[in-house]
Nanobody, 125 residues
């Protein structure tokens, strides 16, 4: 079992930055693939970024590539999402997800068996 707790959301002006954190319970964090997804009001949940276990390969949605950076600190059981140059369209609830296999691919929400409660990010224009 893995429990995930997100933090770091808030209100920021367009062009600003936020860093989201996701703290995971358990002793095998390094063996989990980790992902960030978001859901805006009236829209489906969408992939944002993911980082694999092991060497930590990273993947990004085209909409955030070059602006967001995902990273992990296995010693702290934490994954981060650094968000720069934020835009109003980035406004959403951001969710952290984890899975040991991510058998359907790291960019697919259905691959993840564990989810956090979400943290709100609001970008004002």
């Amino acid at each position: 079992q893995v429990q995930l707790v997100e933090s770091g959301g808030g209100l920021v002006q367009a062009g600003g930055s936020l860093r989201l954190s996701c703290a995971a319970s358990g002793r095998t964090f390094s063996s989990y693939a980790m992902g960030w997804f978001r859901q805006a009001p009236g829209k489906e949940r969408e992939f944002v970024a993911a980082i694999s276990w092991g060497v930590g390969s990273t993947y990004y949605a085209d909409s955030v590539k070059g602006r967001f950076t995902i990273s992990r600190d296995n010693a702290k059981n934490t994954v981060y999402l650094q968000m720069n140059s934020l835009k109003p369209e980035d406004t959403a609830v951001y969710y952290c997800a984890a899975d040991r296999l991510a058998a359907r691919g790291l960019v697919v929400a259905e691959s993840y068996g564990y989810w956090g409660q979400g943290t709100q990010v609001t970008v004002s224009s």
